[in-house]
């Protein structure tokens, strides 16, 4: 297929309908195409031969917009079944995709990793068995397993757990005179992507990730006001109850007064949280945040989960005892993720950070036995390399998009896009992704029209860059690959938003077919 060779269109009436003043038949105008800002243009089914240019008028209309002086587009539109171009703007210049990265990510998963991959984790037992006490550790040895959380355990993150506590009981272990512990460093290095902003790590989109993940790095924290005025609030944990630990210095104020807000941070040293402020008698409060310590969270949740069935955890009581318990070694569990196929829906529907970085560092460890950072990007360079996206076409720094170091043309997803569509895994990598007025970060968009559960497409937002990118199938069942980047603008969101979804629903209603009959007569 050729990526931007375009054909020449000449050209035509552009067909709208205003929804503010329905009737029986189009308002046809020409031939001045309103700005795409305007809440009442629609597409609607044109006949061939003015379908393309209906499209390539639009775009152009769009980008010639005022309030786009200041800002840059990068769009890639192209039918498969002809390898036309239907749109070309800037095709090979770099954009910050922001989470269009993830399509990159899941692309190179799928080839490193294939869609029937499990993540699996050892538990080892270092020590031995004296009755029904174990005289050692509990081992956990990750390898970057995403679902252990509440998104992927129907709400409850520890039930991922559950055979650990099964295989404690069939060997009989009521005591373990040790500690839950950690063993090995599978994700060596910086626990957050490269360029991440400092200020987003503590915010659950910024989590840190390393070999062992609970809840996708998100704990949450309720508060709730103290019986009386003065009183010190409230506060549980979730999904881990005692970890990590909490100061807590916020107090109770009267109802209709006004005092500090609501605070909750980490301390200097990062390992405990301080709920500052005050909040109004009788009231509450969830507040969200994100695990620093990634191993140390997922440990925390384990050790409370084995206590809360039933097994004490105790300190070692002698020497010798500690001596024995380091030299035996025994498996007592493995536990597995579900296969890639399933992981990815949970990444790319919701756009989740620390799922596409995991994938990031997994395929690197997959592809060069070295989980670091450094290794994942090289893995991704030399993926994509394979498919003709050379260092030229994409900058690629970490597996989420949230650094500000991601760059991207529109020509090198559309590439990725078209290898994935060729693969024997297309259905897998489009169907995880959002759909159109259904579900995921694009369920409110585009809803009555031609795109609504067609359009498959993945969004993209960090500061001063929206992205869509993705498939649509035409009226007649043409599918088309397109890319839409905008960086730089100062206009909220939703005026990006508005060029992509009317470009997207505008491809859903054209038909291909006949104007390519036409044009070849």
Not at 92 to 111: C, H, R, V, Y
Not at 128 to 138: I, K, M, V
Request: positive net charge; charged residues 20%.
């Amino acid at each position: 297929m050729r990526y931007g060779a375009r054909r020449t269109v000449g050209m035509c009436a552009v067909v709208l309908v205003q929804t503010a003043c329905r009737t029986s038949s189009p308002l046809v105008i020409a031939p001045h195409i309103p700005e795409p800002t305007a809440p009442t243009m629609a597409p609607v089914v044109v006949p061939a031969p003015t379908a393309r240019a209906l499209v390539q008028h639009l775009a152009d209309s769009a980008f010639a917009a005022p309030m786009w002086n200041n800002a840059r587009w990068g769009v890639l539109i192209v039918d498969v079944a002809s390898g036309d171009t239907i749109v070309a703007h800037d095709i090979d210049k770099l954009f910050m995709p922001a989470s269009n990265q993830k399509l990159l990510t899941a692309a190179i998963a799928l080839q490193q990793l294939g869609p029937e991959y499990r993540w699996r984790t050892p538990l080892l037992l270092r020590g031995f068995q004296r009755g029904a006490t174990w005289h050692g550790d509990l081992l956990i040895v990750g390898n970057g397993d995403p679902s252990v959380s509440d998104s992927s355990r129907a709400g409850h993150a520890s039930s991922a757990f559950a055979p650990i506590v099964s295989a404690l009981s069939k060997r009989g272990i009521t005591h373990i005179i040790g500690d839950v512990r950690t063993l090995g460093d599978v994700f060596t290095g910086a626990t957050t992507g490269f360029g991440w902003a400092v200020d987003d790590g503590d915010d659950a989109y910024g989590a840190a990730i390393d070999e062992l993940l609970f809840n996708d790095g998100l704990l949450t924290l309720r508060v709730t006001a103290g019986a009386q005025v003065g009183a010190a609030v409230r506060v549980t944990r979730a999904p881990t109850a005692a970890y990590p630990p909490l100061v807590i210095r916020a107090t109770t104020r009267g109802i209709g007064t006004v005092g500090e807000r609501l605070r909750a941070v980490y301390d200097t040293t990062a390992t405990a949280i301080e709920v500052t402020g005050t909040m109004p008698a009788g009231d509450s409060a969830k507040l969200t945040l994100a695990y620093r310590h990634p191993n140390d969270a997922y440990r925390a949740a384990l050790r409370e989960t084995i206590v809360a069935a039933g097994v004490r955890i105790g300190s070692a009581t002698n020497v010798a005892a500690k001596r024995k318990r380091d030299t035996l070694t025994d498996t007592l569990v493995v536990l597995e993720s579900p296969p890639l196929r399933d992981v990815l829906p949970r990444m790319q529907k919701p756009s989740q950070n620390q799922i596409a970085e995991m994938l990031f560092r997994t395929s690197g460890w997959m592809g060069s036995h070295d989980g670091s950072a450094d290794s994942a990007r090289a893995v991704g360079a030399r993926t994509l390399a394979l498919w003709g996206v050379t260092n030229a076409d994409a900058a690629y720094r970490d597996g989420s998009g949230l650094s500000r170091h991601d760059y991207v043309t529109p020509r090198a997803i559309v590439r990725v896009l078209d290898t994935m569509r060729q693969s024997p895994w297309f259905s897998i990598y489009r169907d995880a992704l959002p759909l159109a007025g259904v579900d995921g970060t694009i369920a409110n968009r585009m809803k009555s029209t031609a795109a609504a559960g067609n359009a498959h497409a993945k969004t993209g937002t960090v500061d001063k860059a929206r992205s869509l990118s993705g498939y649509v199938t035409t009226a007649d069942g043409h599918l088309v690959l397109f890319s839409m980047l905008c960086n730089n603008f100062t206009v909220p969101n939703r005026e990006v938003e508005r060029v992509q979804d009317l470009l997207v629903s505008t491809l859903a209603a054209l038909r291909i077919t006949d104007e390519i009959g036409t044009r070849d007569r």
